[in-house]
């Protein structure tokens, strides 16, 4: 038996197939065998995938004249031929039956809860209150940057660091901490291109002082286990643990000579 | 002013819209200053106020957009059948005014919908921007007037001036009709960008007198909003005129009709796509502009609730990048010679697949708890990756490479070069494309390991790369193509209607888009009228959500196009029965304005 | 015909029918409007005072300065043995009331700094008349009698009418409109920079002159310098270090900044 088909609609079948498997299973186990990291995509990111992929098949089988009468070619036998009654019928049952069984799988009362949409980096308030102090959150600079040794406040950060923070967010600061797995969502990692190389000092300083019940409605501050941090450490401590964790993941912050975030294009 | 939310009935708000049209200005401080209350927003018995509002407004620009749009390449393609001396072109042309006439009642119709819509729903916010703006208001009716009487002599006068002197004269006409056009938006816009950047100075308690027009006028946003709707309203043209070749196309009962509405969907896809490739830059600036004007309102864009209405707009980017090349590669089929490209259609497609797929990966993904988990956090350790602007901008341009490779193969379809270098010609643009590409992956891997200031820096790079490549290709190809063999006319006409059907979804796609876009600008502004001047105190006050905001756009969107079927289809009946010859003769007699209707 | 209308019409409905349903499938989040204070005609003076209580330690930013003594006087308690500011507030500017006066300086700090401090840093225009008079009864109510009632409110939000503050007719009140300008010229006058540098060789010399500032510091250090002025200080000037308020990235809008970043940059 050939393993490729050569009719376009036996190679549409297998190119949805091999993109379905590739996302579904390939996502998940084939970075990790090049030591990336890596997790099952999401249904919703699933479905939005394969929708693309769908629409460049049909694409390809349409837009070459013949290749589109061959696609349609097996469709029209099934439809009229009467040595494929068989399958006509089949099909004519299982369509409905497939469905009716995504109309109750959509409708199913389940027990998890609805997908949320979180922003993990919501927008920050122009200014924020520290302590009924005010502080400017846009155009804001870590001052201890300037001010003394950096060596000294990444000592002080990494010994604020380990009191107050590995329990979650881990040693390797990859959100792997004892208590990290307990929690979901998980701690953030910062070795990730994605969290504190995107943001300004200014805005992990937001975040660390106001954790996760700070955050607006659309970053959902119920979800969040980040407690406050201006509760329990001063303006400097929390400067000092920023400057740690730059340097220890190696990371640069954002700046604010350029516009932030003026980069346009999806986020 | 008076901040009186004054629940009235549609009755008395009628009455209160006929007082603030009528009443001069001394009358409307008096109201101010208490001896009449002034209500600030009126009732709509369906859906409200706002989604009144948003329908007159959209649904006004679509039209808008599209009279603009239009007389810009109606222009061009007038001159290029005056000077390239092609007559088909200023048939063009002409069919292009015609579609303007008739689409120009239905903008002014939706212009005061729209208008009656704010006296009597929104006359707070109306009669502050009145106050603000009237002498811009006056010269807006002005410039309207001529606008209209501009086309009038453009369309009618098209057959009576179509010689000599007279033509130009004609052209020149067109070309007015295109500054009249251009100047009544650029007021409009004043009027809308002042209330998404007022100037510094105006606090909400400047009284409307007080404020400075020009200053109001000329605000920060004003200028980038002008550019980026004039070419906008290029490629919407362009669409429009596409979908209506494409349905023409399919109803033509004889070959010359369908392949004249053929070439002309071709040319509407062309002049739709090519505008669309500058659009991104327009975006930019004004985009920048928004960020300098104030940073909140520049984060609530990008980063903020309507974060998500950036993927859905990468969503429809995609689709028109596929519908677009589909057409192109499905248009091959009717050019001689184009068998030779044909297998390189599936690798193109391969990268546009690819590249839709990663420029429209979300960076914070929808799952359930489960898949959270899973993933530690709404952010997928592999695929956060491709959610970034580095790789996002690698896609696009890419695609946008990739898209101009399918218009190239399409052009050179049907010629063999002549000339003895065009083998090196060839490799020469072959290897332009490579090193474009090459420099466009090479940035895009590279910012993932600097700041991201320097990242902004490289995006630059990625499309300098690309618009060298473009331009260089081009101009290497039509050096290259001269006195080229022709292994066939283009057979135009002979098309699949599947390729039609593409142009429809382009249609839409584009009208969706604008409308979507139309959200974005103007729900930035969150619950102000004028940011930070003047707060919406109404119930609808908060900014909807996507969803809703989408089902809005679907309404604005059927009934556009709802109505522009209807207006075609009224323009098609004027010029059927009057082209048999039999009824010709009897008409050239003495009824030379209708005649001109006739189109042709 | 009627086949292919309705393919037409199948396509287009088809395609918005996708668009709408990706963009319902997203979990919807809509932009609420942020909570307003506003008070009703019966609001009582508790309801008042605790609103401007929160004010006045959150979001006003007053115990920056007010309540160190050294930057501002005192208002929770006693400043210059005239206690606190509830009690020594009606006797500052004869002819206005405690409410007027108190009122009035919000609105237009620079007119009623007190001698020996540094000017006042508060932009009026980012809060509401509520907020204003809530944070003006928080301060009556600091050893004197709570005067503010809702009327005050009804009559600065609307101009027309002023009766008991007159705010909006005084000076001080066209200084509040004028102050978002981004003439550089207006805005050092009003943010009272040239309170304390010297501009083309004239003024105090209590920082260092903006003459020349341009060839000194680049246009990042510059706005550094004023965004952050504690963090260092030009030669000479050491001394003055903790003087400068530190308000002024929330005394000027970005536009405002930028104009005079550019300005003193340019000065060289």
Known sequence: MRLWPSEPFGQTVAILAIAYLLIELGIPYIPPLFGLASAPAPDSVVFQYMLTVLMGVLIWVSDNEERWRAFKRPIQRVLVEEKRKPIRVALLVLVPVLVAFIAFDQARPSLSAPPSFRAIHPAPPGSMTFRDRTIPITGLENPLRHEGRLEAHYEEGKRIYYRNCLVCHGDLLDGQGPYGPAFNPAPLSFQDVGTIQQLTESYVFWRIAKGGAGLPNEGGPWNSAMPAWEEFLTEDEIWTVIIFLYEQADKTPRTWEEVAGSEGGPQ | ?600 | MWKTNLKIIGIVMGTLALYTIVANSIPQVASEVPEELTFTDEVSTAELVAAGEELYGGAGGCTTCHGTGTRAPNLLTDHAGEGAIGTRCGDRVPGEVCRVYLYNSLVGPAEFVLEGFPPMVFQARTFSDAQLWALVAYMESQGGEVTVTADDIAASADPGQSTAAAATESPAGAAAVASTTTDVAMLLQEQLCLGCHAIDGAGPPLGPSFDGIGGRLTAPEIRAAILEPNAGAAPGYEAMIGVMPTTYGQAFTAAQLEAVVSFLAGRN
């Open chain 2, 1 to 600: 002013m008076s901040r009186v939310t004054g629940q009235i009935a549609p009755g008395t708000a009628l009455v209160v819209a006929v007082f603030v049209a009528a009443v001069p200005m001394p009358l409307l401080a008096q109201a101010a200053e208490g001896t009449v209350q002034m209500p600030m927003y009126g009732q709509f018995p369906y859906g409200g106020a706002r989604f009144a509002i948003w329908i007159a407004a959209q649904v006004h620009l679509f039209f808008a957009a599209f009279v603009l749009g239009v007389p810009m390449f109606a222009v061009v393609a007038e001159a290029m059948g005056i000077f390239g001396q092609e007559p088909k072109y200023d048939k063009l042309a002409k069919e292009f005014t015609r579609l303007l006439l008739v689409s120009y009642s239905a903008t002014a119709i939706w212009g005061a919908i729209l208008a009656f819509g704010l006296i009597t729903l929104y006359p707070g916010v109306w009669s502050y921007l009145a106050e603000i703006f009237a002498p811009s208001m006056w010269a807006y009716v002005g410039l309207f007037f001529f606008e209209s009487f501009t086309l009038y002599l453009y369309y009618y006068g098209w057959e009576r001036w179509s010689v000599g002197g007279a033509k130009l004269g004609h052209w020149t006409l067109g070309i007015l009709l295109n500054v009249w056009g251009t100047a009544v938006m650029f007021i409009a816009n004043s009027w809308l960008t002042y209330m998404m950047s007022p100037p510094a100075d105006v606090t909400p308690d400047t009284s409307p007198a007080m404020v400075q027009f020009w200053s109001a006028f000329a605000n920060a946003t004003w200028m980038p909003i002008n550019i980026h709707r004039v070419i906008a309203n290029i490629v919407f043209g362009g669409a429009i005129v596409g979908g209506y070749a494409a349905y023409r196309f399919l109803l033509a009962d004889n070959d010359d009709e369908r392949a004249h509405y053929d070439w002309m969907g071709y040319v509407g896809n062309l002049i739709a796509i090519g505008a669309l490739i500058v659009l991104p830059f327009a975006g930019y600036y004004l985009g920048r502009e928004i960020y300098e004007f104030n940073q909140q309102m520049g984060i609530t864009m990008m980063g903020g609730f309507m974060s998500w209405l950036w993927i859905i707009q990468a969503f429809l980017i995609g689709v028109l990048f596929l519908a677009g090349n589909y057409y192109l590669w499905v248009g091959m089929g009717r050019i001689p010679g184009a068998t030779r490209f044909q297998p390189y259609t599936k690798w193109m497609l391969l990268v546009l697949v690819v590249g839709v797929i990663v420029w429209a990966t979300p960076n914070t993904m929808i799952a359930d708890r489960a898949e959270l988990s899973a993933m530690g956090g709404s952010h997928h350790p592999f695929l956060g990756v491709l959610g970034v602007m580095s790789a996002k901008n690698t896609a696009v341009n890419l695609m946008i490479l990739t898209t101009f490779l399918s218009f190239l193969l399409y052009r050179r379809a049907n010629k063999r070069p002549t000339v003895t270098w065009a083998r090196t010609g060839t490799q020469v643009q072959a290897a332009l494309f490579v090193i474009s590409a090459v420099i466009v992956l090479f940035y895009g891997i590279y910012g993932y390991f600097v700041t991201a200031i320097v990242r902004i820096g490289f995006s630059v790079y990625q499309v300098l790369a690309v618009l060298f490549a473009i331009i260089a290709v081009s101009a290497i190809d039509i050096r290259m193509m001269r006195r080229a063999e022709s292994y066939g006319a283009i057979r135009w006409g002979q098309m699949p209607p599947r390729s039609q059907y593409a142009l429809f979804i382009l249609m839409v796609t584009f009208t969706w888009l604008m409308g979507l876009m139309g959200f974005a600008r103007s729900g930035i502004r969150q619950h102000w009228h004028v940011w930070e001047v003047m707060r919406d105190t109404s119930e609808f006050a908060a900014t909807p959500p996507l969803g809703y905001a989408a089902q809005v756009i679907s309404i604005c969107v059927l009934i556009f196009l709802g109505l522009v079927a209807l207006i075609f289809w009224v323009g098609g009946l004027a010029e059927k029965p009057i082209v048999t010859p039999a009824r010709k003769d009897a008409l050239m007699g003495g009824e030379h304005a209708t005649a001109a209707v006739a189109g042709d």
